[in-house]
Every structure is written in C-alpha cells, then in structure tokens.
C-alpha cells in the first residue's frame, strides 16, 4: 500500500484503476517497413475506423448541437478518403518504404502545407481540417484511444496535468476521479471534476508515477489522499466513507423544492455554473435557482474552427429554454491565458493571464464578438438570457461592449429577428482595476458578478495556475474579500445586483461573510447547490459580521 498526498480540489470518494492521460500527440518514429502491403492495410484499417468515427460524432453533434458541427465532421470524414490526400500517404509508403505512421504523418503534413500556402483563404483554412484529419488517423494507428482514456472500464485518470481542451474532450462517462501531478484548485480541471461532480487531487507531484497503470487506487477528494494498492482496513475505511457522503447526498435531496432564504428571511439566490448545455441537466437535477455563469468558450475549445453563429446560438438556446424562464447569465469568449484556442493563432505572450485575452480579444475582433452577440439575442427570444463580460477593468470596455450590442439589435430590427430587448447585461468583477472604478461601472450595468479566481489572482499577485504556491495563493486574504465588500457596495448603492460566480462561492466558511456583505447570488457548480442551501436556510443574516475583513 502507498499513501500519495496530495491537494482535494474536488469532494467525493471514489476506487478504481489508475490510467495514464493519453496524449494524442504521441511523437511518430521512423522505421522502416519489410512489408509494405501490410502497411498499406494498417492504413486502410485506420481510415475505415476514422470515417466510422467522424460519422458517429457528426450524428452526436446533430443531435445535441445542431447542423454546423454535424457538417464539420462530415466533411473530415470526407478527407479521410479524399484521392489525393490518399494517394500522397501510398506515395509516401512506396517512397520512403517506411512505416504507416510515418507516411502518415509526412504526407498530411504536406498536404496540410500546400493548402496553407494557397492564395484562397478558404483552402487556407482547410489545413487546419486536414491536420486534425491526419491526427485521427495516426491516433487509429498508434491505439491511442479517443478521449484520452484507453479503458473499457471506468477509471481514475492521471496525468500530468491536463489543459481545458483536453479535459473537454475526455469520454467523461470513464472518469470516476482525476489525480494529477500538478494543477490547483482553480485550475479548470478541476472546476470541471466540481461540475461533473465527482473527486479530484491535483499537486501530487513527482510522487505520482507511470508505473502505477492499472493499478488499484482509493482516491478522497477532501483530504487529498490517494491510497495507491489499498489494504483491507484502508479500502474499507474508504468505502465507510462513501456511504456516509451517500446518505448526506440523500439527506440533502429534501432541500430540493426549498427557497434559498435564511431563517430571518434574507434571499441568497443560489445558481450554478456550467461550460455547455449539456450540464442543464445536473443543474436541474440539483434544483439551481439558475445559471450564474455559463462559460462560453467551452464551445469554442472543443471546436477545430470558430463556431458560428447558428451551432452557438443553438447551444445557448437549449440552455435558455431547458431552463423555463430562470436566469441565464452567459459570458462572453474568455479564452488566452491558460485556455488556449489554436485557431485564434494567438500571439505567444510571456505572461498571458495579463495579456490579450477575454473582452480584449473580443474588442480586437469585433466579427468574433458579433458572431456570438447575434447568436446570445438569437438565444434571449426562449429564455431569460443574461449576457456578462469577463476581465473588465475600465469605463470605456463596457460602453464599447454595450455599442456592439446595440449595433447587433439593430442588426436583429433590421433582419425581422425576435430578442429580448430587455436582455440584462453585466460584468464580472475579477480584476482590482474594476473594483476600484465599481462606481463608475454599476452606473453602466444591470448586474456584478464577482470572479473570484482571477480577483485573488491579480490582487495577491499570485498566479492560480500554480501548484506550488501554497500558503501565498490564499483566497480569504483580507484584501480579497474587502475587494468583494467594495463591489458590493457599489452595485447596492446604483441599485444593481451582484453575485459570485468563482470558486469562492461554494467555500461554506465564508457564507456569513457573504450575508453580511449582502451578496445577492452564489454561483456554483451543481453538485454543490443542495449543501449550499442546507448552509443558507440554517443561517441567520442579520447576527453576520465581517470580521474576516480584519488582518
Ligand atoms: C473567475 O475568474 O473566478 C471565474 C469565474 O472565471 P474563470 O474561472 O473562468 O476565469
Ligand atoms: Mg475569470
């Protein structure tokens, strides 16, 4: 038995195997090939499973995103068997006499060239497909399983650490608990284990080790202890452990159905916070007041290309309408730092969670940003959508912002489209410039929503990517909470609303420090909404203080 300790960033307990993160970028090695035509077979093998593939997903996006993506899958499932690109991978074989990944990999690399140096921005655009092609079919041949899990059983994933993008993509239906050697609590792997709901680790370092593939792991998401071979004490111990979190879920369930209101009548609504409509269903599971935030750019992570305004304005109108009338807050695009988006080709930055991301790109881009403002008023007509900008830090980004909506409505006038006029329109709270300027801004709006994983970021100069910041990254600093008690102020005094939509929002320490602030509205992952409620209905406003403002 071997006890790896390391930080819980997402609650629960959970037992399986342990299985190495895949990468898809597996590098390729040259070898040569004694038989070529088998080769040729291990190919054809590979394109026959990468079209059933592609026509699986595009029948799966048909049925849970719309059209645009349908087509985009049909159309790679097009190039897998397209003349020429076939005919440079035998080439390529009969060339070089090497092995399948190889020509593979060389002759889609060239083709993916020849098309970006063509004159027509069409078939410039259409590299990018065939890469992503060519990655399929080498992940074909090289059994590097889809999504990263190569199991047909559940299991505890491990890696090293996992990107946004990589953690969207995973078959989630496999995970039973994450454990990684680096991360923190606000990274968004393990956002996204809080909105899956299921246990996370992360910071286990180098004691986390490729030899343990397969192996059985006992995984507590709270003490952040992974019992790697467990003993019987110790696997019963946990499993103790999970029968009681069993019951407390089954306790919680008769918070279903009751007001978020403290026992002096003060309402604290509570929301949650998704990253695709899929997620609806645990917030209506878990009986969310509404959607605090909802972060957009999920979609554009899990695309190849820029989603467009039809496949968006799907997405956000199954979240509107699923959830009957209850608030919606969307943020816009909040990509650079660490979510990156290859096909935005952006700049290389040496310090990118203060660089050009979030409203910045969206300021730069203004096509990008209509694209999605026409699909969010499309979306407001079957719903009661809320649109929110990220990392605002002056006066002037919200008017610009609130120019390109109305230019949009006009737009929509013009075209005979129906919106909400009355669409509420917001701003998150995350950087220390907007809390200083809260004033100004809640004059411009109708809510806040405060993010507190970039307010602690940028107040306490500590960057929330890192895992060994330890004592220093520390979200009840004084002045991050006298930070969120500014914000406060300021919306109640223009008459507006504020919420937290960070991961400050589920912490149950500081629910009183939030009353007596008077914070309107919690945002958290589903699975936290009925503990959340439990802690609110048992509270008492008016006996709250803000003695955690004190040094
Ligand atoms: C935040 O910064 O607190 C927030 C909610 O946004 P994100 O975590 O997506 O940056
Ligand atoms: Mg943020």
Redo the contacts with the bound molecule.
Sequence with gaps: MIVLQGKGVSKGVAEGPVCFFRRADAAVKKETASDIESEKARVAAAQEKSVAQLEALADKARAETGEETAVLFETHAMFVEDEDYVEAIMTALEEERCNAEYAVEQAGEQFAAMLAAMDDPYMQGRAADIRDVTRRILNNLMGVAEGGVDSDVPVILAADDLAPSETLQLDKSKILGFITKGGSGSSHTA?LARTMGIPAICGLGESLKEEYQGRPVCIDGETGQAVLDPDEPALAAFREKQKKQAEMRELLQTMKGQEDVTLDGREMLVYCNIGSPDDVAAVLANDGRGIG?F?SEFLYLAASDYPGEEEQFQAYKKAAAAMEGRRVVIRTL?IGADKQVEYFGLQKEENPAMGVRAIRICLNRPEVFRTQLRALYRASAYGKVAIMFPMITSVWEVRECKEACRRVMAELDAEGVSYNRETEIGIMI?TPASVFVADALAREVDFFSV????LTQYTLACDRQATDLGRFFDPHHPAVLRALKMAADAAHRAGIWIGI??ELAADLSLLETFLAMGIDELSVSPSAVLPLRAAIRGSTAGSCTLEKLEC
Excluded: A, Q, S
């Excluded at 993010?451 to 970039?454: I, L, M, P, W, Y």
């Design positions: 956002i935030l972060r909040d995350e993010g507190t994983n970039d939509c960070g």
